[in-house]
């Protein structure tokens, strides 16, 4: 398993910007498909995006697609997520969280997260 | 992208067992072996418990146990525990290659 921590939540107006990071430690993070999710307060889990192996290959949920970017960086052991155009609904702790496919498509590792506020 | 769906809150005493649906279609949760189920305790970092439909991940009880049939999945915690009061989401890899969340269930004990 990878141990993961997230980082670069805050506050963000409407229409704000802001770039979250997931810094993994453990072997093979290469190996692993990173996703990121977000829960928002009283509500369920939400998938974002993933990234495979080597940017790959990346895949986002409607409700971002176009809004937000995924990318990793394997030499620093890292993945982030871009988010433009922020709005009130995209408020959430966001968690970064792996799959080793080579295993299983589970989610089996995650970071504690990171809270996003948009808000004016 | 519609959210796979749980009931919302399921209750029992300790020692006794609940169940728990997660209803998809046939794009998802029928499609592969791609099921699994999450315990969050808010504040906490997600916890995967089952995988691949009947896995369990070493370390995790074996009071938690799991099947799937057609399109609809089920979780059971039997011999419930004051510490198993939690959120629990299910999720499935999707034909789209996108993964999917179950709407979540409130574990009382």
């Known amino acids: 398993q990878v141990q993961l921590v997230e980082s670069g939540g805050g506050l963000v107006g409407p229409g704000g910007s802001l770039r979250l990071s997931c810094a993994a430690s453990g072997t093979r993070f290469g190996d692993y498909y990173m996703t990121w999710i977000r829960r928002a307060p009283g509500k369920g889990m939400e998938w974002i995006a993933y990234?495979?192996?080597?940017?790959?290959?990346?895949n986002y949920a409607d409700s971002v697609e176009g809004r937000f970017t995924i990318s990793r960086d394997d030499a620093r052991n890292s993945v982030f997520l871009q988010m433009n155009n922020l709005r009130g609904e995209d408020s959430a702790v966001y968690y970064c969280?792996?799959?080793?496919?080579?295993?299983?498509?589970?989610?089996?590792?995650w970071g504690q997260g990171t809270l996003v506020t948009v808000s004016s | 992208q519609s959210a796979l769906i749980q009931p919302v809150s399921v209750s029992g005493s300790p020692g006794h067992s609940v169940t728990m649906s997660c209803t998809g279609t046939?794009?998802?949760?029928?499609?592969?072996?791609?099921v699994s189920w999450y315990q969050h305790h808010p504040g906490e970092a997600p916890k995967l418990i089952i995988y691949?439909?009947?896995k369990r991940p070493s370390g995790v009880s074996d009071r938690f146990s799991a099947s799937k049939s057609g399109n609809t999945a089920s979780l059971t915690i039997s011999g419930l525990q004051s510490e198993d009061e939690a959120d629990y989401f299910c999720?499935?890899?999707?034909?789209?290659?996108?993964?999917?969340f179950g709407t979540g269930t409130k574990v009382t004990v």
């Open positions: 999720n499935s890899y999707t034909k789209s290659s996108t993964y999917v």
């Open positions: 969280a792996g799959a080793d496919w080579s295993v299983t498509a589970a989610l089996e590792s």
């Open positions: 990234v495979g192996s080597s940017n790959s290959y990346t």
């Open positions: 046939s794009s998802d949760v029928g499609a592969y072996n791609h």
């Open positions: 691949d439909v009947t």
